[in-house]
């Protein structure tokens, strides 16, 4: 059974093979350096910086839309006092295959130009220190995050004189301004055809058979799909590029910014050519602060910079916490249901099933550990309870929770016991069944979120391999602590009542909590998958019970009533395999409900509201993810929080993650998470605040209250009185 979940996990993220070249470091991958235009700078009259990437040949780093997977470089400036950088000014990328996925890049080298203004009362004479901390991504087949330290002296040009360029870095900043896109000679549009969008250039001087090699490159990360073929035609009219649109945005665009670039064949010669088309949106302005930026107060005490032990700590405690979580919940039947069963058995041998279940969750969650840090290292954009983005995963769950509960109710027998599932899988009574207990808690735990898991898994996803198997081997323990714990106290045990044949009505009672989740799981997968797939998930468990009642008949049928009944569940089996298999391909855009006054988030809307001044609270959430949705319902949809965030004119941008999104995937990993909720909320241009992941009304209304008081004078001011 964990080969099989394991295999489902696998085929259901494409995992593509690392190559295994042994450990490589960010250093020797990339040399990165600061390199200043001007020979010397004067006061108050800006100049350009540039952030010069010398990569290994065959690896990549990544544009600011980074295509289906990867991150953008990002600079965290520390500048003298009255010092200010602009942002990044982007060079044309390339398309970079890797599998399936298509990815957009620089190779080789790439120069990152920056406007930095100097203070207007920079005295002449002195050099400066300019400073930052680069963050970047490296690619191959593999990926290495990385960071650099730069640091760059610039003399200040004495009174009197002029700040002429270093004719030693004008080469290498000519190249760096040859690689920039220009504005377009030519009107653009976006239009649509059917369900693809097209990119309209009104260029009628183009020849038609003149032009090739054609690519767009949007801005937005999640508006078409990056590796589908991008269709070129070419009239009297101009240039039209046809794009297949993304799954990720249910808001159809009506305009499309970016860099398209073609080959035009001329007179002179071969030319490329490379046009930025629309107004690009700024990238999050926190990767171009300066180090006097402060922060706006957290209302609640900042986490502390983790290490190792601590993280391992604060995981063991979320683990504890755990379950308490309602998705932990139906589990617990299980556990009771053994625990009694045992408790007339030896001390020594109910401490050995206290040691099996806490083995099978250790088991499940560094198994868990050992795909996310494979995909992680592979270059995938993936987090904590990445499994249910896969209708296969929440279908395949659905329909083994089902036949648990069928089993708990009567209709047949799985396993030789009441420990139920464990034994089942097995074929055998005894500590496999509670084994197999603490896999299944394990499986059922990851749509929660418990205080400290976001910070802790974000961070053992950043670390080596074996810190983060350390990391999440605490999460386990804590996980699996409570259990262990009352199977050790003899006192405990002894308290249990013996069993008997109150047994089987508690047993029936226990199976209603699995159907409760197996609602839950379905209505997930209603966000997942079309309508037909839903029908088909439907049908799923139907055959789930029908195979479990042939299957049950067969087991007191004559031996030729017994191997047709056997066949027939078989058949019903194999029928179900085939519809789950087949839900993948009907995959529809999530659709989680947008709470009152909520906007879908993009990062293209969050940088537009950011870059003009307006306070903004982020959701992120998912449908599979409970405490997300007890959240929602306790804290976010209440009536002081609506009436908060309308009266301080906060705009309301919820992220969906129920599939997957790049875009909602990048955030969280900025902001050290590997997995939803994140609540943040921004205002005053300055770093976000980040709310706990257990919300309450207070908490939230807290958070509002941090508003400068400017800020929200003029939003009631704006609001028109009833």
């Keep these: 059974m964990i080969r099989l979940f394991a295999l489902l996990l696998l085929a259901s993220a494409g995992i593509g093979s690392a190559s295994a070249q042994g450990l490589k470091l960010p250093a020797d991958l990339v040399k990165a350096s600061l390199v200043a235009e001007p020979g010397a700078i004067r006061a108050g009259e800006p100049f350009t910086i540039g952030i010069r990437m010398v990569i290994r040949p065959h690896w990549h780093v990544y544009w600011r839309n980074p295509g289906d997977s990867g991150l953008p470089p990002e600079m965290a400036w520390s500048l ?98 040859d690689r920039l896109p220009t504005p377009s000679p030519w009107p653009s549009r976006l239009t649509r055809d059917g369900e693809r969008l097209v990119v309209n250039l009104d260029a009628p001087g183009l020849k038609p058979d003149a032009i090739n090699n054609a690519a767009f490159f949007p801005y937005a990360e999640t508006a078409i799909e990056h590796a589908a073929e991008q269709r070129l035609s070419v009239d ?41 088309l629309g107004q690009a949106p700024p990238i999050q302005p926190a990767a171009s602060v300066t180090a006097e930026a402060t922060p706006v107060p957290a209302p609640q005490a900042a986490e502390p910079d983790l290490t190792l032990w601590s993280a391992a700590g604060l995981a063991f405690l979320g683990g504890i916490i755990l379950n308490l979580m309602p998705c932990v919940f139906p589990v617990l039947s299980i556990k009771v249901l053994s625990l009694v069963r045992h408790s007339g058995e030896p001390p020594a041998r109910v401490r050995l099933h206290g040691l099996a279940y806490t083995l099978g969750v250790l088991a499940m969650f560094l198994g868990l550990a050992s795909v ?63 084994f197999f207990t603490g896999v299944l808690a394990t ?208 705009t309301y941008l919820k992220g969906d993650w129920t599939n997957q999104n790049p875009e909602i995937t990048r955030l969280l990993e900025q902001h050290g998470r590997n997995g939803v909720p994140l609540y943040l909320l921004y205002a005053g241009g300055k770093a976000p605040v980040v709310l706990p992941q257990i919300l309450t009304q207070g908490a939230v209304l807290a958070a509002l209250d941090t508003l400068p008081a400017s800020e929200r004078s003029a939003a009631l001011k704006a609001t028109p009185k009833r």
């Design 80 to 177: 003298p006092q009255g010092f200010s950088a602009g942002p990044i000014e982007w060079p044309t990328p390339s398309r970079i295959p890797v599998s399936h996925l298509l990815n957009f890049g620089f190779e080789n080298e790439v120069v990152l130009l920056t406007q930095v203004t100097p203070s207007a009362d920079l005295a002449p004479g002195r050099p400066v220190t300019l400073s930052g901390k680069l963050s970047y991504l490296v690619c191959e087949r593999e990926c290495v995050p990385g960071s650099a330290d730069l640091k760059l002296s610039v003399p200040v040009a004495p009174e009197g004189s002029s700040a002429a360029p270093n004719p030693q870095n004008r080469a290498l900043f000519a190249s760096a301004r």
């Design 236 to 276: 009297e009219t101009g240039l039209r590029l046809s794009l297949s649109r993304s799954t990720y945005d249910d808001k159809v665009p009506t305009e499309l910014p970016g860099v398209l670039t073609f080959d035009e064949v001329t007179p002179e010669g071969a030319q490329s050519r490379s046009y930025a």
């Design 443 to 650: 499986v059922v735990a990851t749509p929660c979120t418990a205080p400290f898991m976001g910070s802790t898994v974000g961070f053992a996803l950043t670390q080596p391999a074996g810190v983060a198997l350390i990391v999440f081997a605490s999460l386990g323990l804590g996980l699996a602590l409570p259990f262990l714990v009352l199977t050790t106290w003899p006192a405990a045990v002894r308290r249990l009542p013996r069993p008997g044949a109150w047994m089987d009505t508690l047993k029936g009672a226990f199976a209603f909590p699995l159907y409760a989740t197996v609602a839950w799981l379905i209505w997930v997968l209603a966000q997942q998958v079309g309508s037909t797939g839903l029908l088909a998930a439907l049908v799923g468990l139907v055959l789930v019970g029908f195979a479990a009642w042939t299957w049950d008949k067969a087991q007191h049928a004559a031996p030729v009533g017994s191997i047709v009944g056997r066949g027939v569940a078989v058949a019903a089996l194999v029928a179900l395999a085939v519809l789950t298999v087949g839900l993948d391909r009907d995959r529809a855009e999530a659709n989680v409900t947008m709470a009152a006054g909520s906007e879908a988030f993009t990062q293209n809307r969050l940088d537009t509201l950011l870059a003009q001044g307006k306070p903004v609270f982020v959701n992120m959430t998912a449908a599979w993810c409970i405490t997300c949705q007890i959240n929602e319902r306790t804290a976010l949809r209440t009536d002081a929080v609506q009436t908060a965030l309308k009266t301080r004119g906060v």
């Design 372 to 434: 996310l840090i494979a995909l992680k290292g592979a270059g995938a954009a993936i987090g904590w309870g990445y499994q249910l983005q896969s209708p296969l995963v929440v279908a395949s769950l659905a329909y083994l929770l089902f036949a648990m509960g069928l089993s708990l109710s009567g209709v047949f027998h799985l396993g030789g016991g009441v420990a139920g599932i464990g034994d089942g899988l097995t074929r055998k009574p005894g500590l496999q069944g509670s």
